[in-house]
């Protein structure tokens, strides 16, 4: 059972399954359930799952009772998209998180968040933000490519400088840059220098300020809810981007072509005919690393202009083989 030890502060369950009542506090860092067979050890999960809004019988009840409680609360100072998904489903109450079910001998539940009633889906929904639960390949987050970033992010404490819209711009492009140098450090070879892009503003570009101006000075100011800033915030970084498309796209296109023409030695037709070339190259071991990482090192330098302004300090974080 892994469950971060952070957040589940507190497990309480009452006539269920072979358990009478049992109430179990856990402190910060890792918590080890030790037993013999048979012990219970795995009701401990059971009773997670359940607060986690899987489906229950019958047999969850302790034999001879009317009905199995079973209850958990969680800190949620390191559990950012929890509390936005409280605050949306107007759950929230600070940062602690409070579950309760209940399963009657008839079979049927009820359920409960910070003591309001909520639906299974409900729980199901909150609990992706606070559990996981990793044995017999169930319920594996790390096997979810959309939740390896956060991970990534979370270890490196980053949630809080990310919106909610966005995101898969700004931190995809920031940890393939960081990639790029992580194996340049790792080959002992020199990052390739990229010039700047250079092209004139285009004749909508002050349609793109027009519509960051509305949102920095009346949409935000006049937002009282959080969740509405946050998503405002996601949206004014797509439109700083999609501006830095508009005025230096074909720029950093025309870049790429010549990289790929001058990595594969032929006159490549487009970028996505010269990509598609290159992946079988490397796959055949055709191309040296020192050629391989100045087509990626430039590509993710023009990928990271056309994001600078979406990323702000993010755009100048840079790999440090010290952390």
């Known amino acids: 059972m892994l469950v971060s030890a952070r957040m589940l502060e507190n497990l309480y369950v009452k006539d269920?399954?072979?358990?009478?009542?049992?109430?179990?506090?856990?402190?910060?860092?890792?918590?080890?359930?030790?037993?013999?067979?048979?012990?219970?050890?795995?009701?401990?999960?059971?009773?997670?799952?359940?607060?986690?809004?899987?489906?229950?019988?019958?047999?969850?009840?302790?034999?001879?009772?009317?009905?199995?409680?079973?209850?958990?609360?969680?800190s949620l100072a390191d559990a950012p998209a929890a509390r936005q998904w409280l605050k949306a489903e107007d759950f929230d109450e600070g940062n602690v998180c409070q579950l309760r079910r209940v399963i009657r001998s008839?079979?049927?539940?009820?359920?409960?968040?910070?003591?309001?009633p909520a639906t299974l889906a409900q729980m199901q929904e909150l609990s992706e933000?606070?559990?996981?639960?990793?044995?017999?390949?169930?319920?594996q987050a790390l096997l979810d490519k959309s939740r390896q970033l956060d991970l990534l992010d979370a270890f490196g404490d980053l949630n809080d400088l990310r919106g909610e819209v966005g995101?898969?711009?700004?931190?995809?492009?920031?940890?393939?840059?960081?990639?790029?140098e992580a194996i340049a450090e790792n080959l002992g070879l020199p990052m390739p220098e990229q010039p700047p892009l250079e092209s004139p503003a285009t004749e909508v570009a002050w349609l793109y300020d027009a519509m960051l101006t509305q949102i920095r000075e009346i949409v935000v100011p006049r937002?009282?809810?959080?969740f509405v800033i946050q998503r405002s915030k996601g949206m004014a970084r797509v439109l700083k981007h999609l501006q830095q498309v508009d005025r230096y796209g074909d720029a950093a296109a025309a870049g790429e072509l010549a990289d790929l023409r001058e990595l594969l030695g032929a006159d490549v037709v487009s970028i996505d005919a010269g990509r598609a070339e290159l992946v079988k190259r490397l796959a055949d071991g055709a191309v040296?690393?020192?050629?391989?990482?100045?087509?990626?090192?430039?590509?993710?330098?023009?990928?990271?202009?056309?994001l600078r302004p979406a990323m702000g300090v993010l755009a100048d974080r840079h790999f440090d083989p010290r952390v």
């Open 106 to 116: 008839e079979g049927n539940s009820r359920a409960w968040i910070n003591g309001r």
């Open 129 to 139: 933000h606070l559990i996981e639960i990793h044995g017999q390949h169930e319920h």
């Open 288 to 306: 040296s690393d020192a050629d391989a990482l100045r087509y990626f090192g430039r590509r993710t330098s023009r990928r990271t202009e056309l």
């Open 223 to 226: 937002s009282t809810d959080p």
């Open 16 to 74: 269920f399954a072979i358990v009478g009542e049992a109430d179990i506090a856990l402190g910060a860092g890792l918590t080890v359930v030790t037993g013999e067979t048979g012990a219970g050890k795995s009701l401990l999960v059971d009773a997670l799952l359940l607060l986690a809004g899987t489906r229950a019988d019958a047999g969850a009840v302790r034999h001879g009772c009317e009905r199995a409680e079973l209850g958990a609360t969680f």
């Open 167 to 180: 995101n898969g711009l700004i931190y995809g492009e920031l940890h393939r840059r960081l990639f790029c």
